[in-house]
Protein backbone atom coordinates (compact mmCIF):
# COMPACT_ATOMS: atom_id res chain seq x y z
CA UNK A 1 0.00 0.00 0.00
CA UNK A 2 2.68 2.52 0.82
CA UNK A 3 4.90 1.92 -2.18
CA UNK A 4 1.39 2.56 -4.32
CA UNK A 5 0.44 5.79 -2.52
CA UNK A 6 4.36 6.72 -2.99
CA UNK A 7 4.11 6.00 -6.64
CA UNK A 8 0.88 7.77 -6.79
CA UNK A 9 1.45 11.03 -4.92
CA UNK A 10 4.59 11.54 -7.03
CA UNK A 11 2.95 11.62 -9.62
CA UNK A 12 -0.20 13.53 -8.92
CA UNK A 13 1.06 16.13 -6.02
CA UNK A 14 -2.24 17.95 -6.50
CA UNK A 15 -4.38 14.90 -5.27
CA UNK A 16 -2.54 12.96 -2.41
CA UNK A 17 -4.01 9.99 -1.11
CA UNK A 18 -3.68 9.77 3.24
CA UNK A 19 -2.35 5.89 3.78
CA UNK A 20 -5.13 6.44 6.48
CA UNK A 21 -8.07 6.93 4.52
CA UNK A 22 -7.50 3.93 1.74
CA UNK A 23 -6.71 0.10 1.96
CA UNK A 24 -6.00 -2.98 0.21
CA UNK A 25 -9.41 -4.44 -1.12
CA UNK A 26 -9.89 -7.87 -4.20
CA UNK A 27 -12.24 -8.36 -6.83
CA UNK A 28 -14.87 -8.95 -4.69
CA UNK A 29 -14.51 -5.56 -2.22
CA UNK A 30 -13.09 -7.80 0.89
CA UNK A 31 -10.32 -6.30 2.84
CA UNK A 32 -7.19 -7.09 2.85
CA UNK A 33 -5.34 -7.55 6.06
CA UNK A 34 -2.47 -4.92 6.30
CA UNK A 35 -0.53 -6.73 8.99
CA UNK A 36 -0.55 -9.89 7.78
CA UNK A 37 2.19 -11.83 5.53
CA UNK A 38 2.26 -10.79 1.58
CA UNK A 39 2.80 -14.59 1.47
CA UNK A 40 -0.39 -15.73 3.10
CA UNK A 41 -2.58 -12.73 2.31
CA UNK A 42 -2.14 -12.40 -1.33
CA UNK A 43 -2.73 -15.29 -3.56
CA UNK A 44 -0.24 -15.24 -6.78
CA UNK A 45 -1.40 -13.45 -9.97
CA UNK A 46 -4.41 -11.98 -7.63
CA UNK A 47 -5.79 -8.77 -8.76
CA UNK A 48 -5.81 -6.32 -5.52
CA UNK A 49 -7.56 -2.58 -5.76
CA UNK A 50 -7.19 0.92 -3.67
CA UNK A 51 -10.47 1.44 -1.71
CA UNK A 52 -11.29 4.28 0.44
CA UNK A 53 -12.12 2.96 4.10
CA UNK A 54 -15.64 2.99 5.06
CA UNK A 55 -16.17 5.02 8.08
CA UNK A 56 -18.80 3.54 10.12
CA UNK A 57 -21.41 5.89 12.06
CA UNK A 58 -23.08 4.49 14.61
CA UNK A 59 -26.72 5.50 14.65
CA UNK A 60 -27.69 7.40 17.44
CA UNK A 61 -30.93 5.89 19.53
CA UNK A 62 -33.94 8.41 19.82
CA UNK A 63 -34.42 8.24 23.69
CA UNK A 64 -38.12 8.56 23.73
CA UNK A 65 -38.96 5.39 21.62
CA UNK A 66 -39.32 2.16 23.28
CA UNK A 67 -38.21 -1.27 22.57
CA UNK A 68 -41.84 -3.45 22.30
CA UNK A 69 -41.53 -6.45 24.85
CA UNK A 70 -44.76 -8.49 23.47
CA UNK A 71 -43.98 -11.98 21.76
CA UNK A 72 -43.00 -11.44 17.93
CA UNK A 73 -42.80 -7.84 17.67
CA UNK A 74 -39.64 -6.14 18.94
CA UNK A 75 -40.33 -3.06 17.13
CA UNK A 76 -39.19 0.78 18.64
CA UNK A 77 -42.43 2.84 19.60
CA UNK A 78 -42.89 6.48 20.94
CA UNK A 79 -45.72 5.94 23.97
CA UNK A 80 -47.76 9.06 22.71
CA UNK A 81 -48.05 6.99 19.67
CA UNK A 82 -49.34 4.13 21.30
CA UNK A 83 -52.90 2.52 20.88
CA UNK A 84 -55.00 -0.44 21.04
CA UNK A 85 -54.03 -1.65 17.59
CA UNK A 86 -50.91 -0.66 17.14
CA UNK A 87 -48.83 -4.15 18.33
CA UNK A 88 -49.80 -7.09 16.59
CA UNK A 89 -47.93 -10.24 18.32
CA UNK A 90 -48.53 -13.60 19.35
CA UNK A 91 -50.32 -13.83 22.86
CA UNK A 92 -47.74 -16.60 23.87
CA UNK A 93 -44.17 -17.14 24.21
CA UNK A 94 -41.90 -19.21 21.44
CA UNK A 95 -41.49 -22.97 21.46
CA UNK A 96 -38.44 -24.34 20.37
CA UNK A 97 -38.50 -28.04 20.00
CA UNK A 98 -37.07 -31.08 18.45
CA UNK A 99 -35.36 -29.00 15.88
CA UNK A 100 -39.11 -27.28 15.19
CA UNK A 101 -40.27 -24.10 16.01
CA UNK A 102 -43.50 -22.63 16.42
CA UNK A 103 -45.76 -19.96 18.53
CA UNK A 104 -47.60 -21.49 21.74
CA UNK A 105 -50.82 -19.64 21.07
CA UNK A 106 -50.20 -20.98 17.42
CA UNK A 107 -49.40 -24.66 17.56
CA UNK A 108 -50.43 -25.82 14.18
CA UNK A 109 -47.66 -23.30 12.35
CA UNK A 110 -44.66 -24.98 13.44
CA UNK A 111 -41.36 -23.66 11.08
CA UNK A 112 -37.96 -25.05 10.39
CA UNK A 113 -35.95 -22.34 9.33
CA UNK A 114 -35.54 -19.25 11.53
CA UNK A 115 -36.66 -16.79 8.54
CA UNK A 116 -39.76 -18.91 8.31
CA UNK A 117 -40.51 -18.67 11.94
CA UNK A 118 -40.00 -14.90 12.53
CA UNK A 119 -42.19 -14.23 9.99
CA UNK A 120 -45.43 -15.99 11.44
CA UNK A 121 -47.54 -13.12 11.98
CA UNK A 122 -49.17 -12.27 15.11
CA UNK A 123 -52.66 -13.71 15.90
CA UNK A 124 -54.05 -10.89 18.69
CA UNK A 125 -53.40 -6.63 18.24
CA UNK A 126 -52.91 -4.70 21.22
CA UNK A 127 -50.64 -1.78 22.29
CA UNK A 128 -46.84 -2.28 22.16
CA UNK A 129 -45.32 -2.99 25.71
CA UNK A 130 -42.08 -2.36 27.12
CA UNK A 131 -42.67 -4.60 30.16
CA UNK A 132 -41.00 -8.52 29.51
CA UNK A 133 -43.87 -10.94 29.65
CA UNK A 134 -43.38 -12.67 32.77
CA UNK A 135 -41.82 -16.79 32.35
CA UNK A 136 -44.63 -19.54 31.87
CA UNK A 137 -43.98 -22.78 33.93
CA UNK A 138 -44.20 -26.20 31.81
CA UNK A 139 -48.14 -27.89 31.62
CA UNK A 140 -47.93 -31.01 33.48
CA UNK A 141 -47.69 -34.03 31.44
CA UNK A 142 -50.95 -36.01 31.78
CA UNK A 143 -50.16 -39.76 32.42
CA UNK A 144 -53.59 -41.48 32.71
CA UNK A 145 -53.40 -44.29 30.54
CA UNK A 146 -55.50 -44.88 27.62
CA UNK A 147 -58.52 -47.24 28.04
CA UNK A 148 -58.85 -49.17 25.22
CA UNK A 149 -62.71 -51.08 24.63
CA UNK A 150 -61.64 -55.02 23.89
CA UNK A 151 -64.82 -55.05 21.87
CA UNK A 152 -63.16 -52.20 19.33
CA UNK A 153 -62.59 -53.88 15.60
CA UNK A 154 -58.34 -54.09 15.27
CA UNK A 155 -57.15 -51.43 13.13
CA UNK A 156 -56.36 -52.43 9.89
CA UNK A 157 -52.54 -52.51 8.39
CA UNK A 158 -51.25 -49.74 7.38
CA UNK A 159 -50.33 -50.01 3.42
CA UNK A 160 -47.20 -51.37 2.59
CA UNK A 161 -44.84 -47.89 1.71
CA UNK A 162 -43.08 -49.90 -1.42
CA UNK A 163 -46.48 -50.82 -2.63
CA UNK A 164 -47.05 -46.94 -3.07
CA UNK A 165 -46.12 -45.53 -6.40
CA UNK A 166 -44.67 -42.30 -5.45
CA UNK A 167 -46.35 -39.16 -7.67
CA UNK A 168 -43.97 -37.18 -9.42
CA UNK A 169 -43.20 -34.00 -7.94
CA UNK A 170 -43.54 -30.92 -9.48
CA UNK A 171 -40.39 -28.30 -9.86
CA UNK A 172 -40.57 -24.94 -7.57
CA UNK A 173 -39.08 -21.74 -7.64
CA UNK A 174 -38.76 -18.99 -5.33
CA UNK A 175 -40.39 -15.64 -6.28
CA UNK A 176 -40.45 -12.77 -4.66
CA UNK A 177 -43.67 -12.79 -2.19
CA UNK A 178 -45.06 -9.10 -3.32
CA UNK A 179 -48.71 -7.72 -3.06
CA UNK A 180 -50.71 -6.37 -5.89
CA UNK A 181 -50.42 -2.95 -4.06
CA UNK A 182 -46.38 -3.09 -3.71
CA UNK A 183 -46.50 -4.23 -0.21
CA UNK A 184 -44.23 -7.06 1.15
CA UNK A 185 -42.34 -8.08 4.15
CA UNK A 186 -38.52 -7.79 4.41
CA UNK A 187 -36.40 -10.91 4.83
CA UNK A 188 -33.41 -9.49 6.18
CA UNK A 189 -32.49 -11.12 9.41
CA UNK A 190 -33.43 -8.65 12.80
CA UNK A 191 -35.97 -6.68 10.82
CA UNK A 192 -39.19 -8.75 9.45
CA UNK A 193 -40.95 -5.10 8.97
CA UNK A 194 -43.79 -4.58 5.94
CA UNK A 195 -42.89 -2.08 3.52
CA UNK A 196 -43.66 -1.30 -0.08
CA UNK A 197 -40.90 -1.97 -2.27
CA UNK A 198 -41.51 1.40 -4.27
CA UNK A 199 -40.43 3.27 -1.03
CA UNK A 200 -37.56 1.61 -0.19
CA UNK A 201 -34.77 3.90 -0.13
CA UNK A 202 -31.17 2.93 0.49
CA UNK A 203 -30.46 3.23 4.53
CA UNK A 204 -34.07 2.53 5.53
CA UNK A 205 -33.58 -0.67 6.58
CA UNK A 206 -32.07 -1.99 9.47
CA UNK A 207 -30.86 -5.46 9.59
CA UNK A 208 -28.03 -8.39 10.53
CA UNK A 209 -26.06 -9.67 7.01
CA UNK A 210 -25.41 -12.87 8.67
CA UNK A 211 -28.10 -15.49 10.10
CA UNK A 212 -28.53 -16.03 13.78
CA UNK A 213 -26.78 -19.23 15.26
CA UNK A 214 -27.77 -21.23 18.59
CA UNK A 215 -25.45 -23.43 20.23
CA UNK A 216 -25.38 -24.78 23.35
CA UNK A 217 -28.40 -22.33 24.60
CA UNK A 218 -26.47 -19.71 23.54
CA UNK A 219 -28.38 -16.58 20.94
CA UNK A 220 -26.56 -14.47 18.78
CA UNK A 221 -25.43 -13.48 15.26
CA UNK A 222 -21.65 -14.31 13.77
CA UNK A 223 -21.66 -10.67 12.23
CA UNK A 224 -22.11 -8.88 15.53
CA UNK A 225 -20.33 -11.82 17.87
CA UNK A 226 -22.74 -10.75 20.33
CA UNK A 227 -23.77 -14.04 21.90
CA UNK A 228 -27.13 -14.58 24.73
CA UNK A 229 -28.96 -16.84 26.59
CA UNK A 230 -32.35 -15.20 26.98
CA UNK A 231 -34.63 -15.08 23.79
CA UNK A 232 -35.79 -11.20 24.84
CA UNK A 233 -31.95 -9.99 25.21
CA UNK A 234 -31.73 -11.88 21.98
CA UNK A 235 -34.40 -10.04 20.22
CA UNK A 236 -32.83 -6.95 21.17
CA UNK A 237 -29.56 -7.29 19.80
CA UNK A 238 -28.82 -4.14 17.77
CA UNK A 239 -28.77 -3.98 13.95
CA UNK A 240 -25.23 -3.66 12.79
CA UNK A 241 -25.67 -2.65 8.89
CA UNK A 242 -28.23 -0.73 7.12
CA UNK A 243 -29.30 -1.20 3.43
CA UNK A 244 -32.60 -1.74 1.33
CA UNK A 245 -35.42 -3.93 2.66
CA UNK A 246 -35.49 -7.00 0.21
CA UNK A 247 -38.56 -8.93 0.01
CA UNK A 248 -38.96 -12.57 1.36
CA UNK A 249 -40.00 -15.00 -1.39
CA UNK A 250 -42.37 -17.91 -1.48
CA UNK A 251 -42.67 -21.14 -3.86
CA UNK A 252 -44.60 -21.51 -6.71
CA UNK A 253 -44.43 -24.15 -9.76
CA UNK A 254 -42.32 -23.45 -12.05
CA UNK A 255 -44.95 -23.39 -15.27
CA UNK A 256 -46.69 -20.54 -13.06
CA UNK A 257 -43.35 -18.19 -12.36
CA UNK A 258 -44.02 -16.33 -15.59
CA UNK A 259 -46.94 -14.53 -14.08
CA UNK A 260 -44.07 -12.61 -11.90
CA UNK A 261 -41.77 -12.08 -14.50
CA UNK A 262 -38.87 -13.42 -13.74
CA UNK A 263 -38.71 -17.46 -15.65
CA UNK A 264 -39.53 -17.46 -20.13
CA UNK A 265 -41.16 -20.70 -19.36
CA UNK A 266 -40.99 -22.18 -22.86
Not at 74 to 90: D, I, L, M, S, T
Not at 144 to 165: N, R
Request: aromatic content about 8%; glycine content about 6%.
Amino acid sequence: MDMFLENHNGKHPEDTLDSEKWQLVDKSSNVIDSDGNIGETVQEYQDLFVAEKKVVVEEETDPSLKRCCNPGCQQRYREEENHGEACRHHAKQPVFWDGGKFWACCPNIKKWEWEDFIAIPGCVMGPHSDVPPAPVAPEPMNNVPIKVDPAAPAPEPEACLECVEEEPQEEMVEVPEIQPDGSAVCAHHGCKLPFNVNDNPDGCCSFHPEAPIFHDGKKGYNCCNIHVYDFDDFMCIPCCATGSHTPTVKLVKKEEAHKYGLLDIE
